[in-house]
């Protein structure tokens, strides 16, 4: 099995004790690269601390909508400054989020346009996080042009899903793949072009079933491999290759 994890959080805390550990082994158990996604300027350099120590991570750099009302105007210097790692391959994570609503919209709005002209100005692709917001989000997107993005933890409709893969977006899947209620999700990935699909964990969170609930790590994409072979009619050896292929693809590791 190939396993090709575009989106994780490897500097949790959640991992502190045994990181060195867990990333050890990762390779032995199918997993060829993880991406380790930035939420502000700290997390972005531990982030790109893990790319030099393991050979198969690389990073993305950019600041969360959670972390927007921290912000400060000189982080657009420093991310430029991150981006310019040989391992940093995108722009992320970046967005909106009206679900927890940490930082005024149009604070959350004014970073995501930043970032979003510097992933243009630098060439990079980037990694969107949107919840509860898909209108202001899809109005962001509409009027950006010329910027490659995946959106990660896919969980709106089809209807949205069709205008997103038009703008040239791709799109990724958590463990929710495998949650009972995933209904959306799958209609999602049941149709969508296989070329634009990519999986990944948000370890720790949004582990799987059977493990839901539990620190999740990149091995558990297993579990999504699985269902994605199950609604295409594929194998899951199939469906981690073409994935693994999509994200280095998108994310131009060789
Ligand atoms: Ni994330």
Redesign the pocket.
């Known amino acids: 099995m190939t396993i090709f994890d575009t989106?994780?959080?490897y500097d949790d805390p959640r991992f502190a004790s045994d990181l060195d550990e867990v990333l050890t082994n990762l390779p032995q158990k199918d997993v060829c690269n993880v991406i380790n996604?930035g939420?502000d300027v700290d997390t972005s350099k531990m982030c790109l601390d893990i790319a030099d120590k393991y050979d198969y991570c690389y990073a993305a750099v950019g600041i969360?909508p959670h972390d927007a009302g921290k912000a400060q105007d000189g982080d657009i210097d420093r991310l430029r400054k991150l981006a310019q790692h040989p391992k940093a391959v995108a722009i992320g994570?970046i967005g909106l989020d009206y679900h927890y609503d940490f930082a005024p919209h149009e604070v959350q709005i004014d970073w995501f346009e930043r970032q979003l002209a510097l992933a243009k100005e630098l060439d990079m692709p980037v990694?969107i996080?949107e919840r509860e917001a898909v209108e202001d989000c899809l109005k962001v997107l509409r009027n950006t042009k010329d910027v490659r993005g995946v959106l990660?933890?896919y969980s709106g409709s089809w209807e949205t899903a069709k205008e997103l893969l038009k703008m040239g977006y791709y799109l990724s899947f958590t463990g929710v793949l495998t949650f009972k209620n995933a209904r959306r999700a799958l209609e999602v990935v049941q149709n969508m072009p296989l070329d634009r699909l990519m999986v990944?964990t948000?370890a720790p969170?949004m582990a799987p079933e059977p493990f839901r609930g539990k620190r999740c790590d990149s091995t558990m994409i297993r579990y999504m491999l699985e269902k994605i072979a199950d609604l295409r009619g594929i194998t899951p050896e199939e469906a981690g290759e073409i994935t693994a292929a999509n994200a280095r693809r998108f994310f131009g590791i060789k």
Do not use: S
């Open positions: 989106h994780a959080h996604i939420c969360h994570e990694v996080h990660h933890c990944e948000d969170y």
